[in-house]
Nanobody
Framework: QVQLVESGGGLVQPGGSLRRSCAAS????????IGWFRQAPGKEREGVSCISSSAGSTYYADSVKGRFTISRDNAKNTVYLQMNSLKPEDPAVYYCATAWGYYYCLPYEFDYWGQGTRVTVSS
């Protein structure tokens, strides 16, 4: 069973940057697609970005295109989400998750989930 541990959340000013990390234990991530999702209060969990196992395919939600970058380092068994130019609409609890593959980068496609960490954007 894959266990995912997230780090890198916190408070940042508008326009600032954060790098989220999602490290795995119990299994290699080499064969898994990885997704980053977020859930704001009162809203459904939404797909932010996904990356295939080979890193050959990525998905970004329109709301984060050009600002967020997903990457993976299989040697470190870790996936990253670089978040730049953070906006007031970005605050949420962010989660990483694994799947054997994905079509739409939607939560139902993913099986194992990290604990989630909060990102706050405030001046």
């Amino acid at each position: 069973q894959v266990q995912l541990v997230e780090s890198g959340g916190g408070l940042v000013q508008p326009g600032g940057s954060l790098r989220r990390s999602c490290a795995a234990s119990g299994s290699t991530l080499d064969y898994y697609a990885i997704g980053w999702f977020r859930q704001a209060p009162g809203k459904e969990r939404e797909g932010v970005s996904c990356i295939s196992s080979s890193a050959g395919s990525t998905y970004y939600a329109d709301s984060v295109k050009g600002r967020f970058t997903i990457s993976r380092d299989n040697a470190k068994n870790t996936v990253y989400l670089q978040m730049n130019s953070l906006k007031p609409e970005d605050p949420a609890v962010y989660y990483c998750a694994t799947a054997w593959g994905y079509y739409y980068c939607l939560p139902y496609e993913f099986d194992y989930w990290g604990q989630g960490t909060r990102v706050t954007v405030s001046s």
